[in-house]
């Protein structure tokens, strides 16, 4: 085996490991172009409505919107799955309020309007001033009260 | 999490999910043959011929990973496919070098510590195609969380035991059972970091509600302060009847990292520095191999101590930016060129463009890691999988950190690189782990299963 072939491999060794380091990154890009972000409402639905079901759509909210506290001005769109809302990276409004537990509220649609679920909360939630257990129906412009956040379902 | 700043609301979807898995092969088997080039730019530089039964080594190794690759589409087709390339191909460039260091001292492939690395990468692997195989949901780990903690401190502990503990070097940090060696601590790091995680997510509230503000930062209330303390206690503890600074710091920036990533909190990182460094000071102050390490630390070259650290760096400078190329340095001048000093032997020999791809390999196995912990969707997913990459990422520092003289030099091992069996089968348990995560955190919805651990406080798992 001569000189030249000994530095080839060793070129070679050192071209392949950055070749693969750069392979890996370019298979994370994945990560960055990944997702897709529409600024359309909601996901299309597959079957289609009624009339009297879209009537009943229309008069039923379809956000979640904060009025008072630290995230004021934010707003989530329901789903028909619910929603969590606590401080829990995992909720879907995450809230930065200290009153709030990590998992503070559920919201879910019933039969004909939302209902709320305080999931055990240290401190509570209230909805119109009355503190509330589960099961709690929710009528548009409700004010629901966590610690000094305020939360209102909104067409 | 679906946060519209407006009133238009955004739907964040995700493009079609690939599995990735084709990508994972394709990776693994140039990985193999990176680690295969290598081999033979060893035997040709110290031989100066191909390696007899070059494809029959080669093989052995390369079927390690696509057996793993075969249980990964059987039982966790949407793991990450990066994990286990990365892991591969640092593991094959370890066992290069181990068997690089072999023939410096006249042993070949098959009667070197290279062979026995390579039947314990086998027992490795086939340790992380188990965890795969047997931990079906990782929240499972969740209710094992005190039994975590036992296991992780009997495992810390057993070294100092009588019979069974063995002082190597100056550090109590083996036990010998028959004719094996381990090193518990490097299984009690896995232990510790699912306690921690399943501990931490259950009490992450009380620790990061309350408190005082001071200087900008969120101070804690001091009855809060029970866990840090006793975390700082037991790494103390280790620090002075192992003597072992690595694996100190090693357990208690896990557990301050865990923590950090709980709760948000920095005070939290401020309050782990300052009480590791006040230990530190006092150690410092009281035992005389701490000082040892700090004046070689300081001043490598001084006469009348040891000359590892200033060997090391003498192979570093004599690689210098391209390396001798494999085979062709000294590394084997330096003490442990093998298992503490191998990032020193890679430096010489690959230079500092091959050191840096490796440490890369490094810095990417540890985002993929963090990326699975921003993926998962429930706390102790989320605080397992950023814990098992910190502490990937932390020992890593502590040992090319010392190496570097940028702290003082501790021993631990360089994950996958070093020779050692424990290291090795803790390692990748951690990337089975890691895969198991990431096989849940990117799973598309329509296959996803249930909770296994359902309780009534969390009845639903709301996906945004």
Known sequence: MGELTLNLVRLGVIVLLWAFVFSVVGVLRGDLYGTRVSHNAGPARATRETRSERRQRKNSPTHLVVTEGRLRGTSVPLHDAGLLVGRN???????????????????????????????????????????IGTGVRLDPGAQIRIGQTVLELRR | MTLAPTARPSTVTSLKVRSGRLVELVLVVFAVAIVALAYVNVSIATEDRLPTDVWWHVG?????????????????????????????????????????????????????????????????????????????DHRVLRRYTYTAMAIGFVLLLLPMLPVVGQEINGSRLWIR??????????????????????????????????????????????????????????????????????????????????????????SWIVIGLSLFVAGAVLAWQLFSHVQQRVTLWLDPF????????????????????????????????????ASDYVIASFGEELGMIGLFAMLLLYALLVERGLRTAIGAREGFGKLLAAGMAFTVALQVFVIVGGITRVIPLTGLTTPFLSAGGSSLLANWVIVALLLRISDHARRPVSERRLDPTTDRAHPTEVTP
Request: hydrophobic share 50%.
């Open chain 2, 177 to 266: 059972i028959g004719p094996f060696s381990l090193q518990p601590g490097e299984l009690a790091k896995i232990a510790l970091t699912v306690f921690f995680a399943g501990y931490l997510v259950t009490t992450r509230d009380a620790l990061s509600l309350v408190g005082r503000r001071f200087l900008g930062l969120q101070l804690p209330r001091a009855r809060d302060l029970g866990p840090i303390l006793v975390a700082w206690g037991l790494s103390v503890l280790i620090l002075v009847s192992q003597r072992d600074l690595g694996s100190s710091l090693l357990f208690f920036g896990l557990f301050v990292a865990v923590l950090y990533v709980a709760t948000e909190r920095t």
């Open chain 2, 302 to 337: 001084a006469p009348g101590q040891s000359d590892q650290v200033a060997k090391g760096l003498m192979g570093l400078g004599h690689g210098g930016i391209f390396g001798t190329g494999l085979g062709e340095g000294y590394p084997y001048i330096t003490y442990f060129p």
């Open chain 1, 89 to 131: 990276p995992e909720c879907s409004l995450v809230l930065t309020d200290d009153y709030a537990s990590g998992r503070h509220l559920r919201i879910y649609p019933g039969v004909d309007a939302w209902y709320a679920d305080d999931l055990g909360s240290t401190n509570g939630t209230e909805v119109n001033g009355r503190r």
């Open chain 2, 60 to 136: 052995l190794f390369g079927v390690l990973p696509l057996a793993l690759h075969v249980v990964l589409r059987w039982r966790a087709r949407y793991a990450d496919p990066l994990l286990l390339p990365i892991a591969t191909l640092l593991n094959g460039l370890g066992l290069v070098m181990i068997h690089r260091i072999d023939v410096s001292q006249g042993l070949g492939p098959t009667d070197g510590v290279a062979a026995r690395q390579l039947l314990w990468t086998g027992l490795a692997v086939a340790m992380a195609a188990v965890a795969l195989v047997v931990v079906r």
